[in-house]
């Protein structure tokens, strides 16, 4: 006991270490954890998956419920009326050639029948929220570019629980209604939206009388829980309700003002100020950074990947998603968009805690092969969170430069504050060539 004990410890010291280390080299503190899952896990068998029981099934589920909750509380109505067009745009494109092509080739190199390639193609679209996140927070691209990033994800990742669960229940019974996942993806954002937008109100107007309370500050955490059960119950999407609540919660003041809510006003009369102070953020952050170190140490130890020829496949299907990526979100973003949150947004493509899941759902459902998907997948998984790691610190320091002007130049030229590139010359360059285009359209 004394040696789980000090090793929680220590993991979260060393979670503190690579954050710092971020800081400095821009080196995001993904990859380590990452690897030191690997490591206590696959190579040295210290833990395995197992020994957490049905834990880890519990802490996936939670820690993804406070990620979009936390994230929610972030986000600004604004940015996302703003990026709304974009991201729902190279959600669904990006979504839609993914799943083609790696269907395709699932086909093709695995012998899957088509209704399971699909499925397969539905699970690796999705892009990981959990290792976005902290991916981009510190990177020297625009805010409305993390919003679209954030939406992508969001979005991406409802569509592929919904897409692939709604698939796998189709090939129980032989039988493939497209109108039916459709249905399926409205009746999740409506009830999501619904559920998720009621308890915010809800819960704004009594969050002061609930700051009287002894340690009242985990009530807000408990409550948004409830709202995930009551989505499920209602066959949504849960975690998509503790989004939608913490994007209401935290920005009731804008919405209340909108055409459309303001009957809202005479329920939220009391909310004065914002509805969650600087306390209560900072400790849902902190909640989020511990629960997020443990995350990626868990992935690390789950990759018992013992096929050689799945973990090719994975790698095969990984370096086409990248490459699929660079041509979609370079005409699918819109040309005021910078060359370099373009490049950031094209390798923004890792797979984590959603992927992961349906990964173990394929096996439970009793699906041809699965353990040989189930390898390619969590392969995907290792190699996507690496690429994605390793692409955006190679971007931010400027290495990628030459690549990114030459696949990016139908963008704008840009120089992101104190990236380490950005020369005094290549400054004033760019000023030169954004005064000759002006004078160009004039």
């Known amino acids: 006991m004394e ?7 220590i993991l979260i010291f060393l979670s503190h270490l690579f954050s710092a280390m971020f800081v400095k080299t821009r080196m995001p503190e993904v990859l380590p954890l990452l690897i030191l899952g690997i490591i206590i896990g696959p190579i040295l068998k210290i833990v395995s998956p197992s020994d957490f029981g049905m834990v880890d099934q519990v ?11 936390e994230s929610g509380l972030g986000l600004r109505i604004s940015q996302i009326r703003s990026t709304w067009e974009q991201s729902s745009r190279l959600t669904i494109i990006s979504f839609v050639i993914i799943m083609c092509i790696v269907a395709l080739l699932a086909k093709i190199a695995l012998g899957l029948h088509w209704a399971y ?6 699970i690796l679209a999705d892009n990981s929220f959990a290792i976005i996140i902290p991916l981009i927070s510190k990177l020297n691209i625009s805010n409305n570019i993390k919003t679209v990033l954030l939406t992508e994800s969001t979005m991406g990742g409802v569509i592929s629980i919904v897409v692939t669960m709604t698939l796998l229940s189709m090939a129980k019974i032989q039988s493939f209604d497209p109108s039916l996942i459709i249905a399926k993806i409205i009746y999740t954002f409506m009830v999501s939206c619904a559920v998720g937008g009621a308890a915010a109100i809800f819960w704004t107007t009594v969050l002061n009388k609930v700051r009287k309370l002894e340690n009242g500050i985990f009530l807000t955490l408990a409550f948004v829980l409830v709202v995930y059960s009551v989505c499920e119950t209602l066959g949504s ?25 303001k009957f809202i006003e005479r329920f939220t009369k009391n909310v004065k100020s914002k509805a969650f102070n600087d306390v209560e953020k900072s400790f849902f952050s902190e909640v989020v950074f511990i629960l997020r170190t443990f995350f990626f140490v868990y992935i690390g130890i789950s990759m018992q990947i013992t096929s050689m020829y799945a973990m090719l496949c994975g790698l095969l ?4 998603i990248f490459l699929a990526r660079i041509p979609t979100v370079n005409y699918v973003l819109d040309k005021s968009v910078s060359r370099i949150d373009s490049a950031v947004t094209s390798v923004m493509v890792p797979k984590g805690l959603v992927t992961a899941v349906l990964a173990a759902l394929i096996m439970q459902s009793g699906v041809p092969g699965g353990a040989v998907l189930q390898n390619t997948i969590y392969s995907v998984i290792l190699f996507s969170i690496i690429l994605a790691t390793l692409f955006s610190f190679f971007i931010e ?23 380490p590139w950005c020369t005094p010359v290549k400054k004033t360059e760019i000023m030169h060539q954004q005064k000759h285009l002006i004078a160009k359209d004039r």
Do not use: Q
Request: net charge positive; hydrophobic share 55%; glycine share 10%.
């Open 59 to 69: 802490f996936s589920r939670v820690l993804l419920i406070v990620i979009l909750f």
């Open 317 to 320: 299907f990984t370096i086409v």
């Open 397 to 419: 320091k400027g290495w990628c430069m030459p690549a990114i002007n030459f696949l990016f130049k139908r963008h704008r030229d840009a120089c992101p504050e104190n990236a």
């Open 237 to 261: 999407d849960g975690s998509i309700g503790a989004f939608i609540f913490g994007i209401v919660a935290g920005n009731i003041r804008t919405i209340r003002k909108l055409n459309g809510f």
């Open 117 to 122: 390639a699909i499925i397969l193609g539905s």
């Open 3 to 9: 040696g789980v004990i000090i090793s929680l410890a």
